[in-house]
C-alpha cells in the first residue's frame, strides 16, 4: 500500500546509505531499562545504539573496528518498518560487541554533559527507594518510557491515557502553570516570570529534547512568552515553524506518531479555542478532549490499526487525576530527593501510585476498550479523514444531530471494512525466521486458525517478543483480536515460542496440542492466561473451524522417541477446492508409516517437513502427496542451512515458495480460484483454476 496520504506513514524505505562498520564511537548517552543498561554512541556524526555487557562511561572513546547491524526490508506483508523506526529516531544502526578492548576518556562536550547529569538524575532516584514507584517517577520527570512493564503499558494504551505517562505536552503545561503559581505568589514582576519560565522550560527541553511533543510544546511556551512581551500571541505562525525546525533537523520525523499526534491535536484545539472561550472549565476539559481525539482518531488508525471506544471517558477522568494528584506527587518527590528528606513522603507516594496503578489495570481489565481496524484503501482514508473533519466542525458549531448522523456513517464505513471481503479464505505463511507460523483465515465465518507460532531469541532495544514483529501485527491489520483454534504441532521452541506470548495478547478459544509430546507437561506446567478449550490431538480425526476442514493424520499416535519431531501433528486442511497438507516438523519413519496406514495424503500444497531438512520429504512419501506447489518454511542464513539442497531437488520443477527468498506468502482462495503472492518476489504472484 502506497498511502497518498504521506504525512501519516511511510510505507517504503530503501537502505542503499546504511554504515556497515566504524573504526571507533564515543559514548554520549546511555538508555536505561529495569534489568539492563544499553548505550548511545557517535561516529563521524553518526549515531548507533551499543549493546554490551562492558561496562563503559559517558564520554569514552573507543577503537575497533565495529560492524553496524541494520534491519533490513520487511519481511511480512505488515506496515512496520524497523529501519525507519530507527532512523525517526536518529538512529543509524546497532552494535553488539561484549569484547570493546581499547576505551579512553575524551572531554565530554555540552550534550554530554547533560546526558550525565540526566543519569546522575536517575540514579539517584534509583537509590532514593526500594519502592517500584521510583519508576514512575523517573518515567513521568524525564519520559524513560522503557521503565514501564509490558502489563501496565497494554493497560495504559488501552485506555487511551498513555500520553499522560510519557513526557508530552501536557507535563510542560503543567510545570509552566505550577511554576507561574509559585511564582506569582512570589510576588515577582510578570517579566521576571516570563523569564524565568523561558530558563526553565528550555532546561526541561535539554533533558527531554528527543520528544517531538515535548519539542513542540516547549518552543511554543518560550516563543509566545517573548511574543507576548511585544503584546502579541501569534500561535499558528509558532506551532508551525516549531514544526518546520523538527523537520530540518530530521526530515524522518514527520512520520513519528508522536509528532503526527502532537501537532494535528494542537493545530485543532488553537483553531477551535474560540468555540470554548467562555464556558465552564468541565464543558472545556469535555469540548477539547473531544475535539482532540476526533482530529487524531485517523492517525491512530492508520499508524496503529484500532480505535477506542472509551478514550474520551478515560481522558475526562484521568487528566484531572493526573492534575490533582500524580503530577503534585512527582513533584514533590523530586523535592523530596533534592533536600534528602525522601522519608518524610516515600510511604505517601508509593500508596498514591500503588493504588493508581491498580485503578488503571482495573480499567484495563474490566472491559473491552480499543477494537482492531483492518487496513483501508486510499479512497476510504480520504473519505474518513472529510468526515473527522465534518464532525469537528459540527461539534464546534452545535448541530449535535449532524454529528450523531456523520459519526454513524464513519462507524458503518469503518464496520463494512472490517467485513466485507473479496475472498474466501486466505492460507498465509509468516516469516518468523527458523520456525513456522501459518495463519489461515475463514472469511465468510470470520474464523482464524493460527498452527504454529514460531520463536526465537532476540538482543535488540527492548527484548520485544518475535510475534509483536510478525504475527500479532498482521493480525492487527487484518482487525483481527480472536484466534478460534490455535494448533501447536509438536512443543519445539521454532514452533511454539511464542504461543504463550500470543494467548496473553489474544483471546484464544481453542488450543489443539499432542499431550503425548514428551515436552508438553513441561511446556503446560506455566501456561497462563487460556481460559479456552485445551483439545489433545489423539481425541479426534478431524474437527472443523468455521468452513476450514481440518483432518488429523496422526491419530494416537504412540512413540517412544525423544525427539518431540516424532510426536507432530500431521494435518490436511480443505477448503473450497484446495488442499494444505501441514507436516509439522514430522521424520521420515512418520511419512513411511502414514503411507502404509492408506489413508489419503494427496494434496495441493505440501508444507516441507522440518523446514526442508534432509530428515524427512522421501522420495516415496513426495510421490504419494502429488502436490503442485510446496512452502517452505525456514530462516535467512540459518545454521543448519535449511532446506536442504537433496530435497529440493526431489522436490522436482514445481512452484516452490520459501521464506528464505520469498518473505512471506499469501494465498487467496476465491471459489475455486486461488491465487498467490509473495512479499519479496513480484513474480511470484500467480492464479490456479480448479475444477472441484
Request: charged share 20%.
Amino acid at each position: 500500500m502506497t498511502t497518498i496520504i504521506t504525512f501519516i506513514f511511510a510505507d517504503q524505505m530503501t537502505y542503499s546509505d546504511a554504515v556497515e562498520s566504524i573504526p571507533s564511537f564515543v559514548v554520549v548517552d546511555y538508555k536505561y531499562y529495569r534489568e539492563s543498561l544499553s548505550y548511545i554512541v557517535e561516529s563521524d556524526g553518526n549515531k548507533f545504539d551499543l549493546y554490551s555487557s562492558q561496562k563503559l562511561l559517558i564520554g569514552d572513546r573507543c577503537s575497533g573496528p565495529f560492524s553496524i547491524e541494520v534491519p533490513g526490508e520487511e519481511r511480512n506483508f505488515i506496515k512496520k518498518n524497523e529501519r525507519l523506526r530507527l532512523l525517526m529516531n536518529g538512529v543509524d544502526g546497532r552494535i553488539y560487541d561484549d569484547d570493546i578492548q581499547h576505551c579512553e576518556p575524551v572531554e565530554k562536550s555540552f550534550i554530554m554533559k547533560i546526558s550525565q547529569m540526566r543519569s546522575d538524575y536517575i540514579n539517584k532516584i534509583l537509590s532514593s527507594t526500594g519502592g517500584s514507584f521510583k519508576f514512575d517517577v523517573i518515567t513521568l520527570s524525564i519520559g524513560n518510557k522503557s521503565y514501564i512493564e509490558s502489563k501496565f503499558f497494554d493497560a495504559l494504551q488501552k485506555l487511551g491515557i498513555y500520553h499522560l505517562y510519557v513526557i508530552s505536552g501536557t507535563h510542560v503545561a503543567f510545570i509552566t502553570g505550577v511554576l507561574f503559581f509559585i511564582f506569582k505568589k512570589m510576588r515577582l514582576t510578570i517579566q521576571t516570570i516570563k523569564w524565568l519560565l523561558i530558563t526553565v522550560l528550555i532546561l526541561f527541553l535539554l533533558f527531554n529534547f528527543f520528544s517531538p511533543s515535548v519539542f513542540r510544546a516547549v518552543f511554543m511556551a518560550v516563543v509566545l512568552f517573548i511574543t507576548s512581551m511585544f503584546r502579541r500571541k501569534p500561535y499558528l505562525t509558532v506551532i508551525s515553524v516549531s514544526a518546520l525546525i523538527q523537520i530540518m533537523m530530521n526530515p524522518l520525523v514527520i512520520f513519528h506518531a508522536g509528532f503526527q499526534l502532537s501537532y494535528i491535536t494542537t493545530y485543532f484545539i488553537l483553531l477551535s479555542r474560540t468555540f470554548f472561550a467562555d464556558v465552564s472549565p468541565v464543558k472545556q476539559l469535555f469540548g477539547i478532549t473531544v475535539i482532540a481525539e476526533l482530529s487524531t482518531i485517523m492517525i491512530v488508525i492508520v499508524q496503529f490499526n484500532e480505535i477506542s471506544m472509551s478514550g474520551i471517558v478515560m481522558n475526562m477522568i484521568f487528566v484531572p487525576l493526573f492534575s490533582i494528584i500524580i503530577f503534585p506527587a512527582v513533584i514533590l518527590y523530586n523535592l523530596a530527593v533534592l533536600l534528602n528528606s525522601t522519608y518524610f513522603f516515600n510511604d505517601l507516594i508509593e500508596w498514591i501510585f500503588t493504588w493508581f496503578q491498580q485503578l488503571i489495570m482495573f480499567l484495563g481489565s474490566a472491559f473491552k476498550h480499543r477494537f482492531p481496524v483492518r487496513n483501508m484503501n486510499d479512497f476510504l482514508i480520504v473519505v474518513l479523514v472529510i468526515l473527522t473533519y465534518i464532525m469537528s466542525k459540527m461539534l464546534l458549531l452545535g448541530r449535535y444531530r449532524q454529528l450523531i448522523f456523520t459519526a454513524l456513517v464513519f462507524f458503518v464505513l469503518l464496520f463494512l471494512n472490517n467485513k466485507i471481503q473479496y475472498n474466501d479464505f486466505t492460507v498465509s505463511m509468516v516469516d518468523v525466521g527458523q520456525g513456522d507460523a501459518f495463519i489461515i483465515e475463514d472469511h465468510n465465518n470470520d474464523t482464524v486458525v493460527l498452527i504454529d507460532t514460531g520463536g526465537r531469541f532476540y538482543m535488540d532495544d527492548s527484548n520485544v517478543k518475535q510475534s509483536e514483529k510478525n504475527i500479532l501485527p498482521y493480525l492487527k491489520e487484518q482487525g483481527i483480536d480472536t484466534i478460534d483454534m490455535m494448533i501447536l504441532t509438536h512443543m519445539d521452541i521454532d514452533h511454539m515460542g511464542e504461543s504463550k506470548h500470543i494467548i496473553s495478547k489474544l483471546k484464544v478459544e481453542r488450543l489443539v496440542v499432542n499431550q503425548m509430546d514428551i515436552k508438553f507437561r513441561e511446556w503446560y506446567s506455566d501456561l497462563r492466561n487460556f481460559k479456552g478449550d485445551l483439545i489433545d490431538s489423539n481425541s479426534f480425526r478431524s474437527l472443523k473451524a468455521g468452513n476450514i476442514e481440518i483432518q488429523n493424520l496422526y491419530f494416537d499416535y504412540l512413540s517412544s522417541s525423544e525427539s518431540s519431531n516424532d510426536f507432530s501433528i500431521v494435518l490436511k486442511l480443505k477448503m473450497n477446492a484446495y488442499t494444505f497438507l501441514m507436516t509439522g516438523d514430522m521424520t521420515g519413519d512418520m511419512e513411511e508409516n502414514l503411507i502404509n496406514s492408506g489413508q489419503d495424503v494427496t494434496a495441493d500444497v505440501l508444507k516441507l517437513a522440518h523446514h526442508g531438512s534432509n530428515s524427512s520429504s522421501t522420495e516415496e512419501f513426495l510421490s504419494a502427496v502429488n502436490y503442485h506447489t510446496v512452502l517452505v518454511s525456514a530462516g535467512v542464513n540459518n545454521r543448519y542451512h535449511h532446506p536442504d539442497t537433496e530435497v529440493m531437488e526431489r522436490v522436482g520443477n514445481t512452484h516452490i515458495y520459501s521464506t528464505v527468498t520469498d518473505g512471506m506468502v499469501r494465498f487467496k482462495i476465491r471459489e475455486n480460484i486461488m491465487c498467490s503472492e509473495a512479499k519479496l518476489t513480484d513474480e511470484k504472484k500467480l492464479c490456479i483454476k480448479k475444477d472441484e
